[in-house]
């Protein structure tokens, strides 16, 4: 379905919503990204944690690798729209105005999203030999599934492709043109 040109989007006069693969091949990169610097971010509080002789501070430390998620796409998300990985696929972040989202939005787009693909990985996790012995995992696997299944189907039944965090959001992917060459 062609969207009338939103403020933000350059160039064109209609854009496209953001095709699935596309929006699946960014989120992997920008989940490499993510996984980088929550690596990075533990590396450094046990490195500061052992040599000021502090015990580990569990709830902290979650907080700690939520808030550098949150920063990096909350970042990217209210400065144009684009993370690494959208930029790479030509994707934007936008309000379904066309504008760009808040901080506010980027906050509960990043926890909806964490929640997204914490279902979407459950099976996978839930195959590792310790979690696997558990009663419920498959139960669990199962259900995850059914949801994943389901947010699928929405997300291509839905005229602009959007997934439950855009739902949430009130914003919209959107496919950007093919800058035109210069000669």
């Keep these: 379905m062609l969207v009338a040109r939103q403020p933000c989007t350059p160039m ?11 929006r699946i091949a960014a989120a992997g ?11 990075v971010a533990l590396l450094v509080d ?16 979650r907080a700690f690798v939520f ?3 949150l920063v990096f796409f909350g970042w990217f998300w209210t400065h144009g729209g684009q993370t690494l990985g959208m930029r790479v696929w030509r994707l ?5 105005d066309g504008g760009p989202i808040s901080w506010v939005s980027a906050l509960a787009r990043y926890a909806a999203m964490l929640l997204c ?11 590792l030999p310790r979690l696997s012995q558990l ?14 299944a389901a947010a699928l ?15 949430l959001t009130g914003a919209q992917m959107v496919l950007l043109p093919k800058a035109s060459a210069k000669h």
């Design 29 to 39: 990169y920008d989940g490499l990204l993510l996984l980088a610097l929550w690596m």
């Design 92 to 96: 934007q972040l936008q309000r379904n």
């Design 153 to 167: 189907l929405m997300m291509l039944r839905d005229p602009q492709r959007r997934a439950p965090h855009d739902w």
């Design 67 to 69: 808030l550098i998620g």
């Design 117 to 127: 693909w914490g279902v979407v990985l459950a099976p996978l996790v839930l195959q």
């Design 12 to 22: 064109n006069d209609l854009v496209l919503p953001a095709p699935l693969l596309r």
């Design 135 to 148: 009663p419920q995992a498959t139960g669990i696997s199962l259900a995850a599934l059914f949801m994943t």
């Design 46 to 61: 046990v490195v500061l944690r052992d040599l000021l002789g502090l015990e580990r501070e569990w709830h902290a430390l």
